[in-house]
């Protein structure tokens, strides 16, 4: 039927997925983004936005994303050398085109996601839907859409579109089906959200060059760091 047809199809709402629904529906196409827990996502990843990523942001005529967040305005980088006894202050470089010093910013990534997801909603060509995709729906090779299973109903529904993009992040369940190679993690990392504890540069983020690995602190709202 024509409600389960679109333009392009993509399964995961976070910021790629998002970003492109909202940019597509505004070139007049009809998008369908699924997503499987359209709640405001609680984790620690991608906070702070550098002034290059901001810039995009605004490019992308997305900076209303970041309204009503609490988000913090960041002008740079300080270095704390505690074993030398040094400390390095790195401002952001200035605009080349206007010469002002440019801004960063840094928030909670889950309400960033929620600004975004308000503004892909907000959109007459895009069509959200809540369900978890099990599987892509193929002919000879070739990907013609999803199979997916929405919150409230038991069987399995096919949506098609000319284009589909896989948007749902590192855990996704579909990468298997389009990559032969194994995802390995090579690194990780620890991370805490700490109340009202200011930082000793405001609007700055600081690195600690800290025994066994450096230490990153920045303030994503008026009273979290």
Not at 3 to 9: F, G, L, N, R
Not at 27 to 38: N, S
Not at 46 to 69: A, C, I, M, W, Y
Request: include cysteine; aromatic fraction near 4%.
């Amino acid at each position: 039927s024509a409600s389960q047809d679109a333009d392009v199809i993509i399964v995961g709402a976070g910021v790629l997925g998002n970003a492109m629904a909202t940019s597509l529906a505004r070139d007049g196409r009809h998008v369908i983004l699924i997503e499987r827990d359209w709640s405001q996502p609680d984790r620690i990843v991608g906070e702070l936005l550098q002034p290059g990523g901001f810039k995009v942001l605004k490019r992308l005529n997305l900076e209303g994303s970041l309204d009503d967040t609490d988000c913090h305005h960041t002008h740079g980088y300080v270095v704390h050398n505690p074993a030398a006894g040094l400390t390095v202050d790195i401002p952001y470089p200035k605009d080349d085109a206007t010469q002002q010093p440019t801004e960063g910013r840094a928030f909670h990534h889950g309400r960033f996601i929620s600004g975004l997801r308000r503004l892909s909603k907000a959109e007459k060509g895009v069509q959200a839907i809540h369900g978890t995709v099990v599987s892509l729906a193929q002919e000879n090779g070739v990907v013609h859409g999803v199979v997916c299973r929405l919150k409230e109903e038991a069987e399995l529904r096919e949506y098609r579109a000319p284009l589909t993009i896989v948007a749902d992040g590192c855990f996704s369940n579909l990468r298997k089906s389009l990559v032969a190679s194994r995802v390995e993690s090579k690194s990780h990392f620890a991370g805490l959200v700490m109340h009202n504890c200011p930082q000793t540069r405001a609007r700055h983020a600081e690195v600690i060059l800290a025994n066994p690995a450096p230490i990153l602190v920045y303030q994503i709202s008026s009273t979290s760091t």
